[in-house]
């Protein structure tokens, strides 16, 4: 099983990028999948994720500006990012198949690499 995300790059603020995460393997469409970011420094956070039901779920700081989304015909999970501000600089992260909270890192099974987001003011 593998999660490949890409997509990241360097953009202003109030821009938009799309981030892509291709899994292989299997298919996550009844184990969640989810979003999380990382800040030198800081620990992983959750960024918005995919329930066991297909519910979606957002972190508050980026609630009305990303939107997740996936297709399942491709096995591929994305993440529209909008408006950007400098504080989205991070390197994000998909994940899939968590074990009881999907805005836990430590539920989550399967990791992808990570992708650079960076934001200029």
């Known amino acids: 099983v593998q999660l490949q995300a890409s997509g990241g790059g360097l953009v202003q603020a109030g821009g938009s990028l799309s981030l892509s995460c291709r899994a292989s393997g299997r298919t996550f469409i009844n184990s969640g999948q989810g979003w999380f970011r990382q800040s030198p420094g800081k620990e992983r956070e959750f960024v918005a994720a995919?329930?066991?039901?297909?519910?979606?779920f957002y972190s508050n700081s980026v609630k009305g500006r990303f939107t997740i989304s996936r297709d399942n015909t491709k096995n591929t999970m994305y993440l529209q990012m909008n408006s950007l501000k400098t504080e989205d600089t991070a390197i994000y992260f998909c994940?899939?198949?968590?074990?009881?909270?999907?805005?836990?890192?430590?539920?989550?099974?399967?990791w992808g690499q990570g992708t650079q987001v960076t934001v200029s003011s």
């Open positions: 995919f329930g066991w039901g297909g519910s979606t």
């Open positions: 994940a899939a198949a968590y074990s009881r909270t999907y805005d836990r890192p430590t539920d989550y099974t399967y």
